[in-house]
């Protein structure tokens, strides 16, 4: 079962005149495949969804790309006042908040939420477009779902935001857990980067730092 999502367009990121919301296809979805099916769960807006996870049966994580918050989602109701995280993040472009996967399969019994969102650098949503502060990097972090909220966030991966290159644009952020257990991420080439971290083989080493 598919489900869809109602957005926000974005206010920031849309400032730049390469990018354009798409609209709306006026009969819905088109699924190809007769065993699939799409059931709308919820009607109340979400602020530029990036990604999704399901966490139990009708239990989904959201994550905002403007506002740095996890919403919750469950048989459909929003649980925005109560969000599982809310982390500053900068906006500008596709920078944000822009993936997570969820795990609960680590041999500890504890459930592990991995994020990977643009960190603000002077604490602020959005503070790299309207005050041009430097964003702290692109980051991800492991999480420990507790009582509603995650908790004791440890960093996996400190990439720069705006690499050697200088360009913030095309930012990736997507992660899954393989089947061997190992968390993976896309970076995006990062403004036409072009390095061994975006399958270059015979590119220059990535110019960022490398989680141990």
Do not use: W
Request: glycine share 10%; charged share 20%; aromatic share 8%.
């Amino acid at each position: 079962m598919l489900f869809s999502f109602s957005c926000l367009s974005a206010t920031n990121f849309l400032s730049y005149s390469a990018y354009f919301k798409a609209p709306a296809s006026p009969h819905g979805p088109v699924i190809n495949d007769p065993n699939l099916m799409v059931e709308k769960v919820n009607d109340k807006p979400l602020n530029v969804p990036t990604s999704l996870e399901f966490f139990g049966n009708n239990d989904i994580l959201v994550t905002e790309k403007e506002t740095g918050k996890v919403i919750r989602v469950i048989d459909g109701l929003v649980k925005e006042n109560v969000p599982l995280l809310d982390v500053e993040v900068a906006t500008a472009m596709e920078r944000g908040l822009l993936g997570l996967a969820v795990s609960n399969s680590t041999g500890d019994s504890k459930t592990h939420v991995f994020i990977y969102y643009t960190e603000s650098g002077g604490g602020e949503d959005g503070d790299d477009f309207n005050a041009g502060v430097e964003p702290a990097g692109n980051r991800l972090y492991s999480y420990e779902y507790f009582d509603g909220i995650l908790i004791n966030p440890t960093l996996l991966l400190d990439l720069p935001a705006a690499p050697v290159n200088n360009k913030a644009e095309h930012n990736g952020g997507k992660v899954i857990i393989g089947p061997d257990n190992n968390i993976y991420t896309v970076i995006g080439d990062v403004g036409a980067h072009r390095t061994q971290s975006q399958n270059v083989a015979n590119g220059p080493a990535a110019d960022g730092k490398e989680a141990s």
